[in-house]
Nanobody
Framework: QVQLVESGGGLVQPGGSLRLSCAAS????????MGWYRQAPGKQRELVADVTNGGSTNYADSAKGRFTISRANAKNTVYLEMNSLKPEDTGVYYCRADKVWTGRDISNYWGQGTQVTVSS
């Protein structure tokens, strides 16, 4: 069974920084794409950024220039460095792993989510 475990959320003042981590565990042979999504109160979950196993990245317009996504393929881990945080960045951040190949099947997985609150 594949599990995603996030860490690094918390309360930060506007203009501050946070670093989120997500580690995938289980019988994993490869993960095509790993990403971060955000769900703000009363809103739908939306993509923040994702990265392929080849290192290609994709960012939401709101994240460009402030957030950096990276991954360590050997560790099946993805990171999100968030700088210049704004109150509108507040929400639950979910890690997602797409096309996880275990040798038996290919599936997508979500983490449990980590709360990020940007407030003074």
């Amino acid at each position: 069974q594949v599990q995603l475990v996030e860490s690094g959320g918390g309360l930060v003042q506007p203009g501050g920084s946070l670093r989120l981590s997500c580690a995938a565990s289980g019988s994993i042979l490869s993960i095509a794409v790993m990403g971060w999504y955000r769900q703000a109160p009363g809103k739908q979950r939306e993509l923040v950024a994702d990265v392929t196993n080849g290192g290609s990245t994709n960012y939401a317009d709101s994240a460009k220039g402030r957030f950096t996504i990276s991954r360590a393929n050997a560790k099946n881990t993805v990171y999100l460095e968030m700088n210049s945080l704004k109150p509108e960045d507040t929400g639950v951040y979910y890690c997602r792993a797409d096309k996880v190949w275990t040798g038996r099947d290919i599936s997508n997985y979500w983490g449990q989510g980590t709360q990020v609150t940007v407030s003074s």
